[in-house]
């Protein structure tokens, strides 16, 4: 079980990233995926959610408009991915990927897999 984050970097305000987690190992085409964030000193955020079929979106309220999540569901794995736009330095994080079963589970924040992080700088 894999999940590899990918796509951060340093980026001016106002600019895009998109990062991409890929996912393999299980049949993660049937899990929900989703993206969390923290930033230094802070805890670890949801910042947005899709279900197995992306039929079901959820983004927290500081990154609707911005932020927009999608996926690409393939026979032996999955791949989501986060277009964010219009950043700020407050969106300054280290950004992780995540699956469950449940989309329910990551937006409360308690998915089942992990990914590990990638760092996304935006400068001022």
């Known amino acids: 079980v894999q999940l590899q984050a990918s796509g951060g970097g340093l980026v001016q305000a106002g600019g895009s990233l998109r990062l991409s987690c890929v996912a393999s190992g299980r049949t993660f085409m049937t899990y929900a995926m989703g993206w969390f964030r923290q930033a230094p000193g802070k805890e670890r955020e949801f910042v947005s959610a899709?279900?197995?079929?992306?039929?079901?979106?959820?983004?927290s309220d500081s990154m609707k408009g911005r932020f927009t999540i999608s996926r690409d569901n393939a026979k032996n794995t999955v791949t989501t991915y986060l277009q964010m736009s219009s950043l700020k330095p407050e969106d300054t994080a280290v950004y992780y990927c995540a699956a469950d079963a449940w989309t329910g589970a990551i937006v409360r924040g308690t998915p089942e897999y992990w990914g590990q992080g990638t760092q996304v700088t935006v400068s001022s």
């Open positions: 899709i279900s197995r079929n992306g039929g079901n979106i959820h983004y």
